[in-house]
């Protein structure tokens, strides 16, 4: 048993909920994830001699759990209101349940009950917005394909660079695993469930779209983009100054033409304020042999039928069984797609030479990402559109501009590309239009809330849905749920969710939140799903009265 300890309170606080009040032994649970140093810092309210008492429990590995902390602390004498914490020290790095319970013939009241980590919280630097902004889209580019935060042979030095320079993301999910869905929640700064871009849909013209914020926020905006949804048809058009379309226009469409395109329109609009958007597709099918680099990936002789290319017709006869491909001709359609991934970084190289030689690189915000990936046999299938695992889902996000972004940043916690959008309008000073979903990033960036775990979020026309937080991973379809450990598993073969019920219930209890309200779900006011706003069942009462 232990007494109530005056300690400095924690700043740098990862999570928290309103006031509580626990009496005659009832009792409160929580899943958490245990940070370096972090304590269940409370202020309480009781009677002398009377407390609660703390239960931590972390999985066993076998489907059960195990304690390994229990503390009663008691109120000192004579002093109403108390402050204090109980270290976690022993499930830093895992998930763990929390119980308080009064303790008997006690009322305790909280007027703060957190998980935090004792310090300061970092302050994010006054900085004026960018002159320019530059969007690299990459389609088909799945994260674990590029030598930032995987193990991959996969070369792309100027991609490494600018992750170097500036932030990279560990865990970022597009909404949707095919280009018009994931597209339509990058612009519109929402989830498919709200925006409607499924099937058919298209995105609704009352929507204020990315580009026309930033126009709104002074920017002259231009669009050079290589994929044939992101085009008018489908909506995609609002906002653009210039709009060119490459595969609809009949121009090409390789990445260096693209980075040229877009490199010609910058110097000769140079001296303006502008946001530049270049959607590539190298990676995208058709793979193309690019000589001076195949031979780095493809090392064996090769004669068949994908010497030169792999089609996106030869894909779509793959995946609907009428061509047979044997374990070679696999080996050399994944080594094509390599070759396109390090043939776009390339491009993407020349695009930085380029700004840099007319003295517009060191005044741009720069933007990376993808709308997708593509599998290749991990789970029986190749290309996208048919799942919602990591490798068509999971994606790179790389931000640059040094005012604002320190070198080496890496943000742990979980991010969604409908984020980009607020994250602009954070960072170019807009108030951010009415309806978005996501969140700025800005204060991930700065380590405002310590890394602790937040969700990454994925689905599939409104029907499957997928969860990460840290190695963990849910996939939800059709009433049925598989949890992943992404760290052993990271292709996710083997369903683990009877040995961690921990692990399971976290991920489902935030799905959970989210997926009910998904229509109405609003990060920058709701919080996290893993971590939600203190006041959040107020504010989500509001937006259903609305």
């Known amino acids: 048993m232990g007494t109530a300890r005056a300690e400095p309170p924690s700043n740098a606080i990862p999570a928290g909920q309103g006031p509580l009040t626990l009496s005659k032994a009832d009792g409160a649970g929580y899943l958490v994830w245990g940070l370096k140093d972090s304590v269940i810092d409370f202020s309480m309210t009781t009677t002398p001699a009377c407390g609660f008492k703390a239960v ?31 270290a976690l020290d022993a499930i830093r790095d895992q998930i763990a349940r929390v119980s308080l319970r009064a303790l008997p013939n006690c009322e305790v009241r909280f007027d703060r009950l957190q998980v935090a980590v004792p310090g300061t919280a970092p302050e994010i630097p006054e900085v004026p917005a960018p002159e320019h902004v530059i969007f690299w889209m990459i389609d088909t580019l799945r994260a674990d394909h590029l030598p930032i935060h995987f193990d991959t042979n996969v070369r792309a030095p100027n991609l490494k660079r600018l992750a170097d320079e500036g932030a990279s993301f560990k865990l970022a999910f597009v909404e949707g695993n095919e280009s018009k869905t994931s597209h339509a929640s990058l612009f519109s700064g929402m989830l498919p469930n709200k925006h409607r871009v499924v099937g058919k849909g298209k995105l609704r013209p009352e929507l204020e779209l ?28 609002q906002g653009w100054d210039q709009f060119k379309n490459h595969l609809r226009d009949n121009y090409r ?8 395109a877009g490199l010609d329109w910058a110097k000769n609009n140079a001296t303006e304020k502008f946001f530049l958007y270049i959607g590539t597709v190298d990676p995208h099918v058709t793979y193309r042999e690019h000589e001076e680099i195949i031979g780095y990936y493809d090392t064996e002789p090769y004669n068949g039928r994908f010497k030169r290319a792999c089609y996106g017709e030869d894909l779509g006869k793959i995946k609907g069984g009428s061509i047979k491909v044997d374990e070679r001709d696999k080996r050399r359609i994944h080594n094509l797609y390599k070759n396109e991934i390090e043939f776009n970084d390339g491009a993407f190289g020349q695009l930085r030479a380029g700004l840099e030689e007319i003295g517009v690189w060191d005044k741009t915000m720069v933007i990376v990402t993808a709308d997708h990936g593509d599998e290749f046999w991990e789970h029986g299938g190749v290309g996208h559109g048919h799942s919602i695992y990591a490798d068509q889902t999971h994606v790179p996000l790389l931000m640059y501009y040094p005012p604002l972004i320190p070198a080496k940043t890496v943000v742990e916690a979980g991010v969604d590309i409908f984020d980009v959008y607020p994250t602009l309008m954070d960072v170019v000073k807009r108030d951010r239009p009415k309806d978005l979903q996501g969140k700025s990033l800005v204060p991930l960036i ?45 292709s996710e073969q083997n369903d683990v969710a009877s040995a961690h019920p921990l692990a399971s219930r976290w991920l489902l209890d935030s799905m959970g939140w989210m997926r009910g309200h998904r229509s109405d779900w609003d990060k920058a006011a709701f919080g996290a799903a893993s971590n939600l706003a203190p006041d959040f069942l107020t504010k989500l009462g509001k937006s259903i009265v609305d």
């Open 253 to 260: 469409i390789d990445g260096p033409s693209m980075a040229k």
């Open 56 to 86: 931590v429990e972390i999985e066993d590995g076998k489907g059960g759990t195990t304690d390994v902390l229990t503390q009663e602390v008691v109120a000192l004498a004579g002093e109403a209101t108390q402050q204090s914490f109980v």
């Open 210 to 237: 990315m580009p026309e914020a930033m126009k709104a926020a002074g920017y002259k905006t231009s669009a050079f983009i290589a994929n044939g949804y992101v085009s008018e048809p489908w909506g995609f058009v």
């Open 446 to 490: 700065h380590k405002a809330t310590g890394d602790y775990p937040e969700p990454a979020i994925a689905t599939q026309y409104l029907l499957h849905y997928t969860m990460q937080m840290q190695q963990w991973k849910l996939y939800l379809r059709r009433g049925e749920y598989q949890l992943y450990d992404r760290i052993n598993d990271h």
